[in-house]
């Protein structure tokens, strides 16, 4: 997974754990795509500085990741979610009957409010 | 939910985020049924510092949880996963076609890998 998404969704799972400015940084950085020395002119603070905490943010978000696994379980849960989606479809492409189309509609409808 | 439950099912998720202790008691009393004094002796402390140390764990598992709010999602999928699955059910009981019948079977079992 490409490291600013990870970044993204670890900080979207844990975000709350962050101190309120690791949260703000990370967030400009990876989400708002504000370069360091945007978010240290912002901020009054020098560029260094806005790295380090950065830095610190990210590894606090990785630590918690390790022990608790929630990006992970998620991750896997909405492919096994996707993957039966995908045979639903396949089921309808190669049935012509209306009532199975119809059940199966409102299987994959039920299952896309999971993911 | 009874409490007892709760604070096992919050051991679960975010137990890894305990001491060593705290996670050892807290298993201790909810999961093995163990009394506090039972504890204190096994462990050569008193019956205040056991549960001293229970509390703390227990807040801990709470503010966890009132920040990251698993557990809440958790039950809130596996809900509506449930949901999906009677449904599913129902449909089944109403169709005599057994063609219908096998995919819903097929469907149930990939949902309840979910749960």
């Known amino acids: 997974m490409d ?10 799972i ?13 967030n400009d950085y990876y989400n708002n795509d504000l370069s360091l020395s945007e978010i240290a002119e912002n901020n009054n603070i020098t560029r260094q500085a806005v790295r ?7 590894r606090k978000l990785f630590e918690y990741e390790e022990k608790l ?3 992970k379980k998620t991750l896997t849960q909405e492919q096994k979610i996707q993957t039966i989606l995908s045979e639903l479809t396949k089921i309808q492409a190669n049935s012509s009957d209306k009532k199975i189309a119809n059940i199966l509609d409102s299987i994959k409808k039920g299952l896309n409010c999971l993911v």
């Not at 844990?14 to 990370?26: A, D, M, P, R, S």
């Not at 380090?52 to 990210?58: N, P, Q, R, T």
């Open 3 to 12: 490291k600013k998404v990870e970044i993204s969704m670890l900080c979207d």
């Open 14 to 26: 844990y975000g709350k754990l962050l101190t309120e400015k690791q949260f703000e940084f990370i």
């Open 52 to 58: 380090d905490i950065i830095k610190k943010g990210e």
């Open 69 to 71: 696994l929630f990006m």
